[in-house]
């Protein structure tokens, strides 16, 4: 199983980024996705999660209202539009898969499938 992200890059504040995070090995269609962060000297952060059917979506405070998790699960993939981004947006971003279907945690440790992450700088 690999997930890979991507979609990162600089950016000024303000600006918007869409990140993408594909997985293969496996179709994870019976699985919620989420996104997580960790920026420099912190411990890895939830930001969004989405359930296996699509409808059901949770966020961060810190990011409701900015950013957006969405999934095509015929693609196996899932999205996380950021618009309005902040320099404490600045982070790797990494998406996850749990370890069972039909959950959908926001808790890291209930995670166990993560891809190798992506940097998102956001300048002020």
């Known amino acids: 199983v690999q997930l890979v992200e991507s979609g990162g890059g600089l950016v000024q504040a303000g600006d918007s980024l869409r990140l993408s995070c594909a997985a293969s090995?496996?179709?994870?269609?019976?699985?919620?996705r989420a996104w997580f962060r960790q920026a420099p000297g912190k411990e890895r952060e939830f930001v969004a999660a989405?359930?296996?059917?699509?409808?059901?979506?949770t966020y961060a405070d810190s990011v409701k209202g900015r950013f957006t998790i969405s999934r095509d699960n015929a693609e196996n993939t899932v999205y996380l539009q950021m618009n309005s981004l902040k320099p404490e947006d600045t982070a790797v971003y990494y998406c996850?898969?749990?370890?069972?279907?039909?959950?959908?945690?926001?808790?890291?440790?209930?995670?166990?499938?993560w891809g190798q992450g992506t940097q998102v700088t956001v300048s002020s």
């Open positions: 989405i359930g296996w059917p699509g409808r059901t979506t």
């Open positions: 996850a898969a749990p370890a069972a279907p039909y959950t959908m945690p926001n808790g890291r440790n209930d995670y166990e499938y």
């Open positions: 090995g496996r179709t994870f269609s019976a699985y919620s």
